[in-house]
């Protein structure tokens, strides 16, 4: 249930905010070291220096796709819905004249408050909801990645999150 | 050299992001040479740290961005001071002056 509600989430937000947040220090990262190579250096050097400019790119990477999930609309929608659910709930668990009535009500405010929490920990969390299939995958991918830049087709961005 | 950097002080990022937007928007990698041309290696400014601080920016409404061509025909975001950030960097700029008169001030009489 959880991982079904996840991918709907991220088909809503998570790859397109990470893809515009990679695109975006890929273009940066990317110039800093044309820059550095056009200054003399070897590729390598320009790696290494690019890294001790730029600073931890993995934190950068992390806040900069936090910060946009938070102003997503998607997102705004999705928490205004769940905490109206829950408020009809709320309404519908007081006002009801009927006890089987009133468990609707209470169905409603665990849905929403259930809900809400969901969406909420997503945005603290990115990989809670993550599917593991998806983990494994690109933990693989990672291993079999070559570390020689040379003939190397992965963007600066993957480039420096892969080099450990 | 390296020893004499500073680290900028908390929230001095944003006032140099605001100022650096004041005259034309930019990219990411655009804002931060600018603001290393004007620093002159006085100041330790990690280039990774522009951008929580311009995303943060643009949570604010200090600042808008818009996907456009960079000067070498590549996709770049390009930030937009908006007149929220106007008047925010304003304001910075009168506490930024407020608080180096006082710490002036203290300093000169110690």
Known sequence: ?164 | MANNRTDLMQGTLELLILKTLARESMHGYGIVQRIHEHVDDLLKVEDGSLYPALYRMQERGWVTSQWGTSENNRRAKYYKLTRKGRKQLDAECANWNRISRAINRVLQTT
């Open chain 1, 1 to 164: 249930m959880a991982s079904a509600f996840a991918r709907v989430l991220n088909s809503l937000s998570r790859k397109d905010i990470e893809r515009d947040v990679d695109e975006e220090l890929d273009f940066h990262i990317g110039l800093l070291q044309q820059e550095y190579i056009r200054l003399g250096m070897t590729p390598e050097q320009a790696i290494n220096a690019t890294e001790e400019r730029f600073g931890d790119i993995r934190r950068v990477r992390k806040e900069c796709v936090d910060i946009s999930k938070r102003q997503r609309p998607t997102v705004l929608l999705l928490k205004l819905m769940f905490a109206l659910i829950f408020l009809l709930g709320v309404m519908v668990a007081v006002f009801s004249p009927e006890t089987h009535v009133d468990r609707v009500g209470h169905l409603l405010m665990t849905i929403g408050a259930l809900s809400y929490f969901l969406v909420y920990s997503r945005n603290f969390n990115p990989s809670f909801f993550t599917p593991k299939s998806l983990l494994l995958k690109s933990a693989a991918l990672r291993k079999s990645t070559p570390k020689n830049i040379n003939n190397d087709q992965r963007s600066p961005v993957e480039r420096l999150l892969s080099d450990d």
